[in-house]
């Protein structure tokens, strides 16, 4: 928001330099970016009269005039500008003047005639871009005025640097607001006063899109003068405001949206044919904008239309066809109130960004546009005249946004703020900011929140009214004091930064991904699940909620390998969202997810070329798993997961439940991140997991251990898994320690058998095991994986 110092002034005018008050303005936490003077600097120059104006004797394209304006008389001037002629107002520089760039006027002789000065341009005088011919003024200027003085130009424009959520000061007023309550100064706003109409006529309004657009407001003016030039003085504001100046309707237009804030549209009444229907867009329809830029529209813009046809994407630009031309006799003005939500996002998606579209992505008040169309018809009938017609209102009560009242109790000031404010303080600050005061009582105030403020909902936000306002730098620095119990910690909690660490030295890096991911691949990784989409994104490719940690990762792993780093070791911790039967029900899982690809080892002249592959991974999973200690109770199955290869995925699981998944990336997947090797990854449920088994000593036996080495001849397809639990349960409470070293298929063993060689190691806690019990419990496994999976000794 950019605005002129001058301006403001005329709302409120405290005691302070321009710079001073830009200080004051970023305290209070809207932000001032520059503070720039509105014109070059220049002096020397004063209104000028053409009084006399003849060629020159000796060059076709220069012409001689008689110029008032010097304080000793006419003086003669020398002028190359198409638009000199005898009657016109204009800057003169005299003898002496100096010009910005550090440019000094001098007598001088053009083609043989003497010239005592210079007319000037705008663009000479740094006050706008025409530079066609010498810069007309207005024909009531006081010939002979120092330009500086006649044009108000020794002021300041500011530009303050507003975050989002403060859209009520996009406009003079919220400034000015602002302002009076920092320096306790009455605010002085223009008198707008309803125009009372001329005319019967009006112009129907229907609203078939109620929710986006609840509110609309529209009038006619007949018979205007466009011809008629915008006051110098407003396109002085709008100029130094950074708008140009193109016609009184729209120039009148955007005055009032720099004002007030409330964004407005005038069109060609003639160009209009039935009535308006703000109306959703119809998928492929054509508007031509007013930039000249054709767009096809998308089925969620919101539009201006009539029986014919958009006319305007609703808060964003108008249409070509329907626009102000210097042919129009008859108007139609409209303001409206948008719902953010309908606007947010549109002006991108069509490589947009207006002063309008600004202001309604962030929330413009819902009760200001009576107030902008009687303040733009009172310029218009002042500059170009013309016969009002009624206002016409529209509105949809139920689709409105909701009264919002607040209480604010007083002892939460005290332990929000740090700070004791007296209570006539605070309600004068909250009053003043607008809030209307509803009641008191013991525990404090209850407010109703203006229409303005969109950012005003919960009792911190009065907190931090009352703080800005009170003034950061007026809060003392103070040390809390608190009682703090140490909070005692499960201690079979498994901390995730042990989990982190463990992978870090594993030689993982961490990677940290978007919580938000594009529709398309989520489709990839989670095909069976509907993401949660945003209703306000950043952009196409950031739109729905990951439902998987997996996705990211390897869109991490693409971006590196496009940098030539070809191994790596990935892993992010992080929130997916599974979407429940509703909002309410959306779950919030915590995950940890790990990527490797490329080499087993580093580069280097020790280590190998190997890839990694499947028992990478694992071993990497197990290692983790091994924090909580629970031994049998985790489990691989072999699984199936839409991203993973069908034929290296396992599923992990604690007690029989899924806790997370491990394999290699699928093929397909593969293919489309156009990835040479495969990757492996996994993503694990940290709250699935639950605690680790808490340690119990048991004492060392000092009798010998005994062990037996079993190969049982089994099914190709039997998990060795399988196999191994079978046997650790068939073994007896003796059995110390159990390991699979072989698995053999090939010559000597049937086709569809393999062989399993596992090393069984008992040990009695108070005496030495003997045969009998030995054998019995070798004897009791192998019968146990005959039974179960028609198993022999080898």
Same mark, same amino acid.
């Given at each position: 928001?950019?605005?002129?110092?001058?301006?403001?002034?005329?709302?409120?005018?405290?005691?302070?330099?321009?710079?001073?008050?830009?200080?004051?303005?970023?305290?209070?936490?809207?932000?001032?970016?520059?503070?720039?003077?509105?014109?070059?600097?220049?002096?020397?120059?004063?209104?000028?009269?053409?009084?006399?104006?003849?060629?020159?004797?000796?060059?076709?394209?220069?012409?001689?005039?008689?110029?008032?304006?010097?304080?000793?008389?006419?003086?003669?001037?020398?002028?190359?500008?198409?638009?000199?002629?005898?009657?016109?107002?204009?800057?003169?520089?005299?003898?002496?003047?100096?010009?910005?760039?550090?440019?000094?006027?001098?007598?001088?002789?053009?083609?043989?005639?003497?010239?005592?000065?210079?007319?000037?341009?705008?663009?000479?005088?740094?006050?706008?871009?025409?530079?066609?011919?010498?810069?007309?003024?207005?024909?009531?200027?006081?010939?002979?005025?120092?330009?500086?003085?006649?044009?108000?130009?020794?002021?300041?424009?500011?530009?303050?640097?507003?975050?989002?959520?403060?859209?009520?000061?996009?406009?003079?007023?919220?400034?000015?607001?602002?302002?009076?309550?920092?320096?306790?100064?009455?605010?002085?706003?223009?008198?707008?006063?309803?125009?009372?109409?001329?005319?019967?006529?009006?112009?129907?309004?229907?609203?078939?899109?109620?929710?986006?657009?609840?509110?609309?407001?529209?009038?006619?003016?007949?018979?205007?003068?466009?011809?008629?030039?915008?006051?110098?003085?407003?396109?002085?504001?709008?100029?130094?405001?950074?708008?140009?100046?193109?016609?009184?309707?729209?120039?009148?237009?955007?005055?009032?949206?720099?004002?007030?804030?409330?964004?407005?549209?005038?069109?060609?009444?003639?160009?209009?044919?039935?009535?308006?229907?703000?109306?959703?867009?119809?998928?492929?329809?054509?508007?031509?904008?007013?930039?000249?830029?054709?767009?096809?529209?998308?089925?969620?813009?919101?539009?201006?239309?009539?029986?014919?046809?958009?006319?305007?994407?609703?808060?964003?630009?108008? &249409?070509?066809?329907?626009? $102000?031309?210097?042919?129009?006799? !008859? %108007?139609?003005? #409209?303001?409206?109130?948008?719902?953010? +939500? =309908?606007?947010?996002?549109?002006?991108?998606?069509?490589?947009?960004?207006?002063?309008?579209?600004?202001?309604?992505?962030?929330?413009?008040?819902?009760?200001?546009?009576?107030?902008?169309?009687?303040?733009?018809?009172?310029?218009?009938?002042?500059?170009?005249?013309?016969?009002?017609?009624?206002?016409?209102?529209?509105?949809?009560?139920?689709?409105?946004?909701?009264?919002?009242?607040?209480?604010?109790?007083?002892?939460?000031?005290?332990?929000?703020?740090?700070?004791?404010?007296?209570?006539?303080?605070?309600?004068?600050?909250?009053?003043?900011?607008?809030?209307?005061?509803?009641?008191?009582?013991?525990? &404090?105030?209850?407010?109703? $929140?203006?229409?303005?403020?969109? !950012? %005003?909902?919960? #009792?911190?936000?009065?907190?931090?009214? +009352? =703080?800005?306002?009170?003034?950061?730098?007026?809060?003392?620095?103070?040390?809390?004091?608190?009682?703090?119990?140490?909070?005692?910690?499960?201690?079979?909690?498994?901390?995730?930064?042990?989990?982190?660490?463990?992978?870090?030295?594993?030689?993982?890096?961490?990677?940290?991904?978007?919580?938000?991911?594009?529709?398309?691949?989520?489709?990839?990784?989670?095909?069976?699940?509907?993401?949660?989409?945003?209703?306000?994104?950043?952009?196409?490719?950031?739109?729905?909620?990951?439902?998987?940690?997996?996705?990211?990762?390897?869109?991490?792993?693409?971006?590196?390998?496009?940098?030539?780093?070809?191994?790596?070791?990935?892993?992010?911790?992080?929130?997916?969202?599974?979407?429940?039967?509703?909002?309410?029900?959306?779950?919030?899982?915590?995950?940890?997810?790990?990527?490797?690809?490329?080499?087993?080892?580093?580069?280097?002249?020790?280590?190998?070329?190997?890839?990694?592959?499947?028992?990478?991974?694992?071993?990497?999973?197990?290692?983790?798993?091994?924090?909580?200690?629970?031994?049998?109770?985790?489990?691989?199955?072999?699984?199936?997961?839409?991203?993973?290869?069908?034929?290296?995925?396992?599923?992990?699981?604690?007690?029989?439940?899924?806790?997370?998944?491990?394999?290699?990336?699928?093929?397909?997947?593969?293919?489309?991140?156009?990835?040479?090797?495969?990757?492996?990854?996994?993503?694990?449920?940290?709250?699935?997991?639950?605690?680790?088994?808490?340690?119990?000593?048991?004492?060392?036996?000092?009798?010998?251990?005994?062990?037996?080495?079993?190969?049982?001849?089994?099914?190709?397809?039997?998990?060795?898994?399988?196999?191994?639990?079978?046997?650790?349960?068939?073994?007896?409470?003796?059995?110390?320690?159990?390991?699979?070293?072989?698995?053999?298929?090939?010559?000597?063993?049937?086709?569809?058998?393999?062989?399993?060689?596992?090393?069984?190691?008992?040990?009695?806690?108070?005496?030495?095991?003997?045969?009998?019990?030995?054998?019995?419990?070798?004897?009791?496994?192998?019968?146990?994986?005959?039974?179960?999976?028609?198993?022999?000794?080898?």
């Amino acid at each position: 928001m950019k605005f002129s110092n001058a301006w403001l002034r005329e709302w409120v005018n405290p005691d302070l330099t321009a710079q001073q008050l830009a200080d004051q303005i970023t305290m209070a936490g809207l932000e001032v970016d520059a503070v720039e003077p509105v014109a070059g600097n220049f002096s020397g120059v004063v209104v000028g009269e053409i009084v006399a104006c003849e060629q020159h004797p000796d060059a076709d394209k220069l012409r001689v005039c008689k110029v008032k304006g010097h304080p000793e008389g006419e003086m003669q001037v020398v002028c190359g500008a198409p638009n000199a002629r005898v009657g016109i107002k204009i800057p003169f520089a005299l003898v002496g003047a100096a010009l910005p760039g550090d440019f000094k006027i001098k007598k001088a002789k053009l083609r043989g005639v003497e010239s005592f000065g210079m007319l000037c341009s705008q663009t000479e005088l740094e006050l706008g871009t025409d530079n066609d011919g010498i810069w007309e003024l207005p024909a009531d200027a006081p010939t002979g005025a120092d330009l500086r003085e006649y044009l108000l130009l020794n002021d300041s424009a500011i530009e303050v640097d507003l975050t989002p959520n403060r859209s009520d000061c996009l406009g003079v007023a919220g400034i000015a607001r602002e302002v009076g309550v920092l320096n306790r100064c009455a605010v002085t706003a223009p008198a707008i006063e309803p125009v009372a109409a001329t005319v019967d006529d009006s112009f129907p309004v229907s609203l078939l899109a109620e929710d986006a657009c609840p509110r609309y407001v529209g009038r006619i003016i007949r018979n205007i003068n466009i011809s008629t030039a915008t006051p110098l003085w407003m396109q002085e504001r709008l100029r130094r405001s950074g708008v140009r100046s193109i016609d009184p309707v729209v120039d009148v237009t955007n005055y009032v949206l720099l004002e007030l804030g409330q964004p407005m549209h005038a069109f060609d009444l003639a160009k209009l044919s039935g009535g308006i229907k703000v109306r959703m867009a119809e998928q492929g329809e054509k508007l031509t904008l007013l930039d000249e830029q054709e767009v096809e529209l998308k089925a969620d813009t919101l539009l201006i239309a009539d029986e014919k046809g958009p006319l305007a994407i609703a808060g964003i630009m108008g &249409g070509l066809d329907s626009s $102000v031309t210097e042919s129009t006799k !008859d %108007i139609f003005l #409209e303001s409206a109130f948008f719902s953010p +939500l =309908a606007i947010a996002g549109k002006a991108r998606s069509y490589g947009l960004h207006t002063d309008s579209s600004h202001r309604f992505e962030r929330g413009v008040d819902y009760r200001l546009q009576e107030k902008a169309i009687e303040r733009a018809t009172q310029l218009l009938l002042d500059i170009v005249g013309g016969e009002p017609g009624p206002v016409h209102l529209r509105e949809v009560t139920e689709s409105m946004p909701a009264e919002r009242r607040i209480t604010l109790r007083r002892a939460r000031v005290k332990t929000g703020l740090g700070i004791d404010l007296a209570d006539s303080e605070i309600v004068d600050i909250l009053t003043r900011l607008g809030l209307e005061k509803l009641s008191e009582g013991e525990e &404090g105030w209850s407010f109703l $929140v203006p229409s303005f403020r969109f !950012d %005003i909902s919960i #009792e911190a936000d009065l907190l931090e009214e +009352l =703080a800005r306002v009170y003034g950061y730098n007026r809060i003392p620095s103070v040390s809390f004091n608190a009682a703090l119990d140490i909070v005692p910690r499960a201690e079979a909690a498994v901390a995730q930064s042990r989990l982190e660490q463990t992978l870090l030295a594993r030689g993982y890096q961490e990677a940290i991904t978007f919580s938000f991911i594009d529709r398309d691949t989520s489709a990839r990784f989670d095909p069976e699940v509907a993401p949660v989409a945003l209703q306000n994104p950043i952009s196409a490719e950031l739109s729905v909620m990951r439902t998987t940690l997996m996705a990211g990762l390897v869109k991490t792993l693409q971006y590196n390998l496009n940098r030539q780093q070809d191994r790596l070791r990935l892993f992010e911790t992080g929130l997916r969202f599974v979407p429940g039967q509703s909002v309410q029900e959306l779950k919030q899982e915590r995950m940890i997810a790990g990527l490797i690809y490329g080499t087993r080892q580093p580069e280097g002249w020790t280590g190998g070329k190997d890839l990694v592959d499947f028992f990478d991974i694992k071993a990497d999973v197990e290692a983790l798993l091994a924090h909580y200690d629970a031994g049998a109770e985790f489990s691989f199955t072999p699984a199936k997961h839409p991203a993973l290869h069908p034929g290296q995925c396992a599923q992990v699981l604690r007690k029989g439940v899924p806790v997370g998944i491990i394999g290699a990336l699928h093929p397909q997947l593969q293919q489309a991140y156009d990835l040479p090797k495969s990757a492996y990854l996994f993503e694990l449920s940290l709250d699935g997991m639950g605690e680790a088994k808490i340690p119990s000593f048991s004492p060392l036996s000092k009798f010998p251990e005994v062990r037996r080495d079993l190969a049982v001849l089994a099914d190709a397809e039997t998990p060795v898994g399988e196999l191994a639990q079978t046997a650790v349960e068939a073994a007896g409470e003796y059995l110390t320690d159990f390991n699979i070293f072989d698995v053999y298929q090939g010559k000597g063993i049937d086709f569809n058998r393999k062989s399993v060689a596992m090393g069984l190691t008992f040990q009695h806690p108070s005496r030495t095991l003997n045969d009998e019990e030995i054998n019995a419990a070798v004897e009791a496994v192998v019968r146990q994986l005959e039974n179960k999976y028609n198993a022999s000794l080898r």
